[in-house]
Antibody, heavy 116, light 107 residues
Framework: EVQLVESGGSLVQPGDSLKLSCVASGFTFSNYWMDWVRQTPGKSLEWIGA????????NYAPSIKDRFTFSRDNAKTTLYLQMSNVKSDDTAIYYC?????????WGQGVMVTVSS | DIQMTQSPSSMSVSLGDTVTITCRAS??????VNWFQQKPGKSPRRMIYRAKNLADGVPSRFSGSRSGSDYSLTINSLESEDVADYHCLQYDEYPLTFGSGTKLEIK
């Protein structure tokens, strides 16, 4: 059974840093691109970026470029999202997704709240 | 960026109704449109992929279609378990973009 389990969500202040993790199981993690998608309190879904199979290529949405960094450890079947200089607009539920056929599997999501 | 204009934003429906939700793509995305169902407190679930293909385990009352740049999700004989939010997604090119969502509510 494919599972994606995120962790690391928290309440942080503007300008802080935070690292999210997504542990994958039930499939050959190293064979898949992985994406991050977030959902704001208004419920819209926003693609924020992707990372290729070996972590050598990333693609970021303009809204998070230069502030967020994606990485992965295929040996640990874990995906990471390093957030820095967070803003109130980054308040959202963050999902990791398997990028196959347009997101066939999603994690349960973690809440990140940015507030002073 | 490709815009996916989804309508309606909400629908008040009755059990047994046929419901159609539409997304219009601002440029050609071919067949690369998916539909997701999302229930409160849950992550999205892929229902339709490549515009018209039923994802594993999805009831046959759900269907997807395409007419030009318009993509539709139809639910026949709506059941109570179908009450949820629905989102379309284009994955033809980055940045991938979602529609703004449709909320189904029971009358």
């Amino acid at each position: 059974e494919v599972q994606l389990v995120e962790s690391g969500g928290s309440l942080v202040q503007p300008g802080d840093s935070l690292k999210l993790s997504c542990v994958a199981s039930g499939f050959t993690f190293s064979n898949y691109w992985m994406d991050w998608v977030r959902q704001t309190p208004g419920k819209s879904l926003e693609w924020i970026g992707a990372i290729n199979t070996d972590g050598s290529k990333t693609n970021y949405a303009p809204s998070i470029k230069d502030r967020f960094t994606f990485s992965r450890d295929n040996a640990k079947t874990t995906l990471y999202l390093q957030m820095s200089n967070v803003k109130s607009d980054d308040t959202a539920i963050y999902y990791c997704t398997r990028n196959y056929g347009g997101y066939d599997y999603w994690g349960q999501g973690v809440m990140v709240t940015v507030s002073s | 960026d490709i815009q996916m204009t989804q309508s309606p934003s909400s629908m008040s429906v009755s059990l047994g109704d046929t419901v159609t939700i539409t997304c219009r793509a601002s440029q050609d995305v071919g067949i690369y449109v998916n539909w997701f169902q999302q229930k409160p407190g849950k992550s999205p679930r892929r229902m339709i992929y490549r515009a018209k293909n039923l994802a594993d385990g999805v009831p046959s009352r759900f269907s997807g279609s395409r007419s030009g740049s318009d993509y539709s999700l139809t639910i026949n004989s709506l059941e109570s378990e179908d009450v949820a939010d629905y989102h379309c997604l284009q994955y033809d090119e980055y940045p991938l973009t979602f529609g703004s969502g449709t909320k189904l509510e029971i009358k």
